[in-house]
């Protein structure tokens, strides 16, 4: 009884009943009004007529709108209410002219990195997305930076401890998920040392990410000791477009010299410490030397969104001087721009390939260009492998991710599950020479909705540690074919056909 009764009092189910209730109520009001009175029903028709008309109207991605039609059908005019909430890509206004602002103060310091695009060594393409970065976003590239790619998550957590116990002057955190356990607590106790030393140390984590796991409390409890703590996007129970977009970055910057990204929150399933989906496959990627500015921008502007603070980025630049080879350009995305750079750099990465992409995402819930692109490359010759899991930590997304299998495996895309348990892991790699590896996955909500972060690589010696692990995690996975597809369950399948029109909304 205990237990129950802790459940039933958790923020996260009180936040989720009252949403649902509210939803619930509208269509249940909008249904019932609009069998009493003819009128009202002929004018919730011609509402859901009108609201169809600008979702077709708008810009955005086709199966997003498609998605979106199909809801306003189903639920006439309650699919209209919702859609002006939750429908539309952008932010609410307030939020995008305050990140507007903020980001134009980093454009301002970013200015005088305009250089690090010029006179690159790097293939046309290469110089086509570095270009279009800057030009679009001023995230610049970089030279002169050391990258190791870390796989799997405990390989991660334990080089990440030893760059924090070497701290000296500023220690940067941004996560998605923070649960007290091994992994948490053991970065707590040398956070709460660095602080000791004069160390200044911040924490961002997103409250949806971990409202299940933190109190309500913990930034007081983090304020107490010495650890300047905020929290984004705070859920809270009603209809608002902003509980939409979420912070999914995990950014780590230490001394403004060292940062670290990738897959892998702070909680003890990614170090498979603790067991959820069986073993967990997870990577990330750190940098040491300049293309740390980046990274150090990124979190500045959202610790000045959340805090109001500004911060005079000159003071955090990277002071190391080192020489490596290759090109590496950091990058954010998020909501309030018109441009989504995880989504168009996968896009060029995938349609400029020659010899082969490989790709290791725990979703796959793509838009139609990134499913054409997919399979041009896979017809055209180029070797294309995806890995997925085979133990889902959600069973819907499961069934949609497995119901794209069959068109690209007849194009002759080569789809294989990670046997032990659940890939986690957010990469892609093509050709002996570029590579993405950061927070983003392939499904609508990481390219459309989310805060993400990456790096693109170019030519740096961790590729070939990308190439050497995809090899490792293959050699655990099982190949999907023809005639095991046809071998899922019937619930399974008809899951995946009756939520795939529906899958930009998950």
Not at 8 to 35: H, P
Not at 345 to 371: G, N, S, W
């Amino acid at each position: 009884m205990k237990r129950v009764w802790n459940v039933i009092t958790k923020k996260a189910f009180v936040a989720t009943i009252l949403l649902i209730v509210e939803i619930v109520l509208l269509i249940f009001m909008m249904v019932i009004l609009g069998r009493l009175f003819i009128f009202f029903g002929i004018g919730l028709y011609i509402v859901s007529l009108i609201t169809i008309l600008f979702v077709v109207n708008d810009m955005g991605n086709p199966a997003y709108k498609i998605s979106w039609i199909t809801s306003i059908i189903l639920i006439p005019f309650a699919g209209s209410v919702l859609y002006i909430i939750f429908g539309k890509k952008h932010t609410t206004k307030n939020m995008k002219k305050k990140f507007n602002y903020i980001d134009a103060h980093g454009r301002e310091c970013m200015s005088n990195m305009e250089n690090n695009v010029k006179n690159l060594d790097v293939d046309f393409n290469c110089k086509q997305i570095i270009d279009w970065m800057w030009n679009v976003s001023k995230q610049t590239a970089y030279t002169n930076t050391l990258t190791e790619f870390l796989s799997p998550g405990d390989v991660y957590f334990k080089r990440l401890i030893q760059d924090l116990k070497l701290a000296k002057k500023t220690i940067f955190m941004e996560f998605f998920i923070i649960c007290p356990g091994k992994m948490w607590n053991e970065v707590v106790d040398i956070l709460v040392a660095k602080v000791k030393e004069g160390v200044d140390v911040r924490l961002i984590y997103d409250d949806f990410g971990t409202i299940a796991s933190l109190p309500v409390d913990y930034p007081e409890y983090m304020k107490k000791l010495g650890i300047r703590t905020k929290v984004f996007n705070i859920v809270k129970p009603r209809l608002d477009a902003f509980m939409n977009n979420r912070d999914h970055r995990k950014i780590v910057v230490i001394d403004g010299n060292i940062s670290y990204t990738g897959g892998i929150n702070l909680a003890d399933e990614y170090i498979n410490e603790i067991e959820r989906f069986g073993y967990w496959q997870d990577c990330g990627i750190r940098l040491e030397g300049d293309a740390t500015a980046s990274f150090t921008i990124l979190f500045l502007r959202m610790w000045h969104y959340l805090s109001g603070e500004k911060s005079y980025y000159q003071n955090y630049m990277p002071t190391v001087k080192l020489k490596a080879s290759g090109v590496v350009v950091p990058f954010g995305d998020n909501p309030i721009r018109d441009h989504n750079l995880h989504d168009s750099t996968y896009l060029k990465i995938i349609t400029c390939a020659k010899k082969y992409v490989y790709i290791e995402t725990p979703y796959l819930v793509m838009d139609y260009e990134l499913t054409a692109a997919l399979i041009f490359a896979a017809e055209s010759g180029v070797e294309v492998v995806i890995i997925t899991p085979h133990i889902p930590d959600k069973a819907y997304v499961h069934a949609l991710t497995r119901s794209s299998y069959k068109k690209l495996i007849k194009a002759g895309v080569k789809i294989y599950e990670f046997t032990p348990g659940f890939i986690h892991s957010k990469l892609i790699v093509a050709d002996d020479s570029v590579a993405v590896v950061g927070t983003a996955n392939f499904d609508f909500r990481s390219l459309y909705l989310h805060f993400e972060c990456s790096v693109f690589l170019y030519k740096t010696a961790s590729l070939q540690q990308i190439y050497c692990d995809f090899k490792r995690v293959i050699g655990e996975s099982q190949e999907i074919t023809l005639e095991k597809c046809k071998q899922r369950s019937w619930i399974q399948k008809l899951l995946g056909f009756v939520l795939r029109p529906f899958a930009p909304l998950m």
